[in-house]
């Protein structure tokens, strides 16, 4: 079992960058894919990225590709999500999400472990 907790969410102007965090507790950090999940307001939840165990392969939203990065750094057992150019529908609820594989990640993402969630706001 792994418990997730995300920072680094805030206000920014459009155009602007953020850098959300998720700490994984406990040693097995490594052997989890990882990824990133959003839902605004009003809307269902939305798939941003997931990456294997090492990032060495890692699957964008088509929304977010481009703009958006994924990495992770085992020896903090931290994932990150680095966003730019942020647009005002990048607003929203942000997750980070543990599983086995990145298939289960993308297809019952549900079956995973999820964090509280961090809130991105994109100004106009």
């Known amino acids: 079992q792994v418990q997730l907790v995300e920072s680094g969410g805030g206000l920014v102007q459009g155009g602007g960058s953020l850098t959300l965090s998720c700490l994984a507790s406990?040693?097995?950090?490594?052997?989890?894919?990882m990824g990133w999940f959003r839902q605004a307001p009003g809307k269902e939840r939305e798939f941003v990225v997931a990456c294997s165990q090492t990032c060495g392969s890692a699957y964008y939203a088509d929304s977010v590709n481009g703009r958006f990065t994924i990495s992770r750094d085992s020896a903090k057992n931290t994932v990150y999500l680095q966003m730019n150019s942020l647009k005002p529908e990048d607003t929203a609820v942000y997750y980070c999400?543990?599983?086995?594989?990145?298939?289960?990640?993308?297809?019952?993402?549900?079956?995973?472990?999820w964090g509280q969630g961090t809130q991105v706001t994109v100004s106009s």
């Open positions: 999400v543990a599983g086995p594989t990145v298939v289960v990640l993308t297809t019952t993402p549900e079956s995973g472990y």
């Open positions: 406990g040693p097995t950090f490594s052997t989890y894919a």
